[in-house]
């Protein structure tokens, strides 16, 4: 069956860095657009970042210059790479992935930023 396996979430103080990967397993990796979505407590799901098949990347203005969305096809794993962590990133991360009519989720991963 189809999974999007996120991790790599935990709790860093502001100013500080994490990476989160997303493995995907039961889907033909190559074909899906991946995304990164996140949400605060009270708060809509909001996308973070997108990535194409064909490597095009897209971000939301508040982490442009500090996030970093990639994919890895050979290990069928997208990665979201954070830096500069400011107490407003804290949410839940959820990765996506996208390819004509299928769309699939993980289960998401916590992201805490605090002194």
């Known amino acids: 069956q189809v999974q999007l396996v996120e991790s790599g979430g935990g709790l860093v103080q502001p100013g500080g860095s994490l990476r989160l990967s997303c493995a995907t397993s039961?889907?033909?990796?190559?074909?899906?657009?991946m995304a990164w979505y996140r949400q605060a407590p009270g708060k809509q799901r909001d996308l973070v970042a997108s990535i194409t098949t064909a490597f095009k990347t897209n971000y939301v203005d508040s982490v442009k210059g500090r996030f970093t969305i990639s994919r890895d096809n050979a290990k069928n794993t997208a990665y979201l790479q954070m830096d500069s962590l400011k107490p407003e990133d804290t949410a839940v991360y959820y990765c996506s992935g996208t390819w004509l009519g299928n769309n699939y989720w993980g289960q998401g991963t916590q992201v805490t930023v605090s002194s």
């Open positions: 039961g889907i033909t990796f190559t074909l899906y657009n």
